[in-house]
């Protein structure tokens, strides 16, 4: 593993200014969040950045809110964060089980579910049960702001539908419908080669009325 190069932090408070900075500074420029992804990447030579522009001091990407019956999660929230909500397990325990699996207690604390789903790693948990979920994301950047269902947000390993200066700002998942049930299972050796799969169901009349 080598050593990190030199690089400068930027503090943003607002999405606009996290924006601003990264249309400033270019492609020598990344959002940094928990850091559990990138630093690593960084570590190993396979990615290198001047420039990070932390998001973590942004409120409205801290936030976790229930409206309308709907899951609103700020990107920079923590798996940790959401495996202990009593908010988030009330109306959604599947998600809270398939958070606790993540990784482990250290980077659990430390990174967040939008650095994982922008990321696109294709082992990750959170990814596939969203997807099986049906959850949306809310981008913003200096166009404004537009959502996307995840399904379109990911088009590939390591690869989204994030526009140069835009970010991820929130993933919203909806209520379960009654009759709704999920389920995640992952199947490795140790931390990799790993499978992760997940599976919902509606039942309606006693018969299979979606699946995902």
Partial sequence: MTTLAPFEIHPATTVDEASGLLAELGDEAVIYSGGTELLLLMKLGFAAFEHLVD???IEELRAVEVKG???RIGAAATHRELE???R???G??????????VANVRVR?????GGNLVFADPHSDPATFLLAAGAE???GGDGGRRSLPL???ILGPYETALEASELLCAIRLPAMAPGAAMSHLRFAFHERPAATVSASITVRDGRVSEAS
């Fill in 109 to 113: 604390s430390t990174g967040s579910l």
């Fill in 55 to 57: 998001v973590k001091p």
């Fill in 151 to 153: 399904a379109d947000f």
């Fill in 137 to 139: 994301v809310e981008l």
């Fill in 69 to 71: 019956g709907e899951l």
């Fill in 84 to 86: 202990r909500s009593a």
């Fill in 88 to 90: 988030v397990l009330a």
């Fill in 92 to 101: 959604w325990p599947d998600f809270v089980e398939m958070e606790r699996r």
